[in-house]
């Protein structure tokens, strides 16, 4: 055993010199580490509002994701002479936050931010303003005409203190979606009041039963009813505040409507991207509240409805009200980074890509949130021949988003997954859940720095 | 035995093919423990100093630690976290040494090796590809064991995943993933176990269970506590299974289900990287200590 003795001890002579190396190569790293967390602040001259980076010439970093590729191609064979560097990435679908993730890397490591990014969440602003990424944009940067040009309420979600930190692509605002053949073969009318709609749902569970009149299985179902309600469950008061309320007679109403159908099960809680839907209730639906988007990637896309089918009717409102309130589900939004180094061409692609013609007019997938290209786009849906009605329920819409939801930091659509949709797969009542609904918002906001009256 | 000089003695009165298989030694050793230090040591020592400092690197003690334990999911993370480590440690325990005894007794047979084969292959599938195999069969729609499922009176997804399944389910993904591997070290543990011991056993009228309880099992005694260690540290960092869950629910599985997610939460949804770098400490600190206990516990280093 003596034999190796000897090694041992200076093994531990090698091992302490080794560890005294290993300290101070650690201290050395964090030194570097913690000056370079200092830098990445822009040094070149303010304009437009913010303090620029200095202006070099080099390749337009674009982040877009699948669906938007499309348009930075266009983009790129209508410009040949400008150099785009186009970076495709999940647009933060499912609330991933990969952008927020990477801006919070790029803001320690001082490089790498995309010049202009596309995000299919419209709550972006809400972070990317406190995270310095987000370039005010109604400050010099873009037009005010051509800010004007989108319809009302659209940039609201960019908008944070009164400036203006994104422009919005497309608009979500809810309709009634419904199958015109199968209403007529039934003998239905298309409901106008929320009364009529339970009324409607009470029926086809009675005369047929299986089809549906509604779903709430998604995370967005709040921003689809209970926001057309005008329940106070998300109302952003100002930068850093929010005030909720689930449990005001606004929620209730609409929560008991629910309730009522889902346990005549002529309202699905399956989620119409889950698969148990597109296999189960595809051929079933015969109305559907839903978002602008619903017709394409829903209808067409998603559960292949065959042309001719789908119509559009505005969302219900309740009896006695003078005009319908909607909600907004979604709806993608372009920033422009702070950091850019060719801030000229940023804010040209920036302008094009959320108002051309060509691209927003007639091949965007979504109703574009810019008005005149609105209407084009209105012309090259109704010339597809896919709808079996005119979209006209979709442009009223669009001005009709009820303002007093707004988009806070913190995901309301997580929190209706975790909080209510276990619950409703349990049986439970919509109703019986909207203290808890409350509470877990109440939570999040405030561990997310909100202040919160309720 | 006869060996006591000095360290500078005892490398002169070497023989010199030893120094050079010792240079060569290291030389092997050499990436390792710069890989170490790179992506193990030097990240360890930032996240501490992360965790004890603000966002503007000044000193400010616990307050991390203490913010984030008093956020309201870090105590319902911590117990999802420690339920699940129960039914995962306990189940690769009693399962894997069960499996591994079994394996063994069918000795090197046909039959054994393709065994040892099957128990690999899912440990073959990276870590979130396993996931997503066990997406598919945990939707009754599309599983290819949907009956069972119906038979269990699961018949949508959603009810698969139900808050109170998931520490189950968990344990189920952790298990098929990783405890294939372990099946095949305790087989290769076993198999070191000397002829004679067995022989002897068998002699004495030691039948297959008392073979088992009283000779096989503790000598394994120190591969089941090398297991544990490393299946505690691996299930306290429980992330990918909850993380790809909760997106393939559109959130209904939760994305703060375990503490590794909070951490995730607080680095890049609320911009706290202190407060995630805290957490980590924490869950470094808590894998730390419990290795240690096992390791005094069971005599780990002890020569045989």
Not at chain 1, 136 to 163: E, H, R, S, W, Y
Not at chain 1, 222 to 239: D, F, M, Q, R, V
Not at chain 1, 303 to 308: F, N, S
Request: with cysteine.
């Amino acid at each position: 055993m003596s034999v190796y003795k000897p090694s041992v001890t200076r093994e531990t002579g090698t091992s302490r010199r080794r560890a005294a190396s290993l300290a101070g190569c650690a201290a050395t790293v964090l030194l570097t580490v913690t000056a370079c967390g200092g830098g990445g602040g822009a040094t070149g001259t303010t304009k437009d509002g913010f303090a620029q980076a200095a202006q070099k010439d080099g390749a337009l970093t674009v982040w877009v994701d699948a669906t938007r590729m499309d348009a930075a191609k266009l983009y790129q064979s209508q410009h040949p002479d400008v150099k785009l560097d186009i970076v495709s990435y999940d647009g933060d679908a499912n609330g991933s936050n990969y952008l927020q993730t990477k801006v919070q890397l790029f803001n320690r490591t001082g490089k790498g931010w995309p010049d202009v990014v596309f995000s299919s969440q419209n709550n972006e602003a809400s972070w990317a303003v406190d995270a310095g990424f987000a370039a005010p944009l109604n400050k010099g940067l873009i037009p005010q005409q051509t800010l004007d040009g989108f319809a009302k309420g659209a940039n609201d979600v960019c908008t944070v203190d009164g400036t203006l930190y994104c422009l919005r692509n497309d608009l979500s605002q809810a309709v009634l979606w419904y199958n015109a053949p199968l209403l007529k073969k039934f003998g239905y009318t298309v409901p106008t009041t929320w009364e009529e709609y339970q009324a409607l749902g009470e029926k086809v569970a009675e005369e047929h039963p299986g089809y549906l009149v509604g779903d709430a299985g998604d995370s967005f179902t709040p921003e689809i009813y209970l926001w057309a309600s005008k329940c106070g469950a998300n109302h952003i008061t100002g930068p850093k505040s929010v005030s909720v309320n689930t449990t005001s007679e606004a929620c209730t109403k609409m929560a008991k409507l629910m309730d009522v159908l889902i346990k005549n099960k002529s309202m699905s809680i399956s989620g119409v991207f889950s698969t148990d839907f597109a296999k189960n209730q595809a051929g079933k639906v015969l109305l559907m509240p839903g978002p602008a988007w619903y017709g394409g990637a829903v209808f067409k896309d998603g559960l292949k409805t065959p042309a001719k089918q789908i119509a559009v009717a505005p969302i219900p409102q309740w009896q006695g009200e003078t005009s319908p309130s909607t909600g907004n589900v979604g709806g993608g939004t372009w920033l422009l980074s702070k950091h850019s180094a060719h801030i000229k061409a940023a804010t040209d692609f920036l302008k094009w890509v959320t108002t051309d013609n060509t691209y927003q007019g007639e091949k965007a997938p979504g109703f574009p949130a810019y008005a005149p290209a609105a209407e084009n786009w209105l012309k090259a849906q109704a010339a597809s021949g896919y709808y079996a009605s005119d979209l006209t329920a979709l442009k009223d819409a669009s001005s009709q988003v009820w303002s007093d939801w707004g988009s806070g930091q913190f995901s309301q659509e997580a929190i209706w997954a975790a909080t209510v949709k276990p619950g409703l797969t349990q049986g439970k009542t919509i109703e019986s859940l909207l203290p808890a609904w409350q509470d877990s918002i109440v939570k999040y906001a405030k561990s997310n720095g909100y202040k919160v009256s309720q | 035995m006869t060996l006591t000089h000095s360290s500078a003695g005892s490398a002169r009165g070497r023989p010199r093919g030893t120094s050079r298989q010792s240079r060569a030694g290291m030389a092997f050793v050499a990436g390792y423990v710069l890989l170490l230090i790179a992506f193990g040591v030097l990240p360890t020592c930032y996240a501490i100093y992360f965790a004890f400092t603000n966002a503007g690197g000044a000193f400010t003690g616990f307050s991390n630690f203490v913010t984030t334990a008093q956020d309201f999911r870090f105590v319902d993370s911590l117990g999802h976290v420690a339920l699940y480590l129960l039914f995962w440690l306990l189940s690769l325990v009693v399962f894997v040494v069960v499996l591994a005894l079994l394996l063994h007794k069918l000795s090197s047979g046909p039959l054994s090796q393709a065994l040892r084969f099957l128990y690999y292959i899912p440990g073959a599938l990276a870590g979130a590809a396993s996931v997503l195999v066990w997406l598919f069969m945990l939707d009754p729609t599309v599983s290819p064991v949907s009956s069972l499922l119906e038979t269990l009176g699961f018949h949508t997804f959603g009810e698969v995943i139900a808050p109170g399944n998931l520490a189950l389910l968990f344990t189920i993904i952790a298990f098929w993933t990783g405890a294939g591997g372990w099946i095949v070290v305790m087989y290769g543990a076993l198999n070191n176990i000397p002829k004679d011991v067995m022989e002897a056993a068998r002699i004495d009228g030691a039948n297959g269970w008392q073979t088992a309880w009283r000779v096989q099992i503790p000598m394994l005694r120190k591969w089941i506590v090398y297991m544990v260690i490393l299946a505690f540290a691996g299930g306290a960092q429980l992330f990918v299974e909850p993380q790809l869950l909760s997106l393939a629910s559109t959130g209904v599985a939760g994305r703060d289900y375990s503490l590794n997610q909070l951490t995730y939460d607080f680095a890049f949804q609320m911009n706290n990287i202190n407060g995630a770098a805290a957490v980590s400490v924490e869950l470094l600190v808590v894998s730390v200590s419990v290795a240690g206990v096992f390791v005094a516990r069971s005599g780990f280093f002890d020569a045989d």
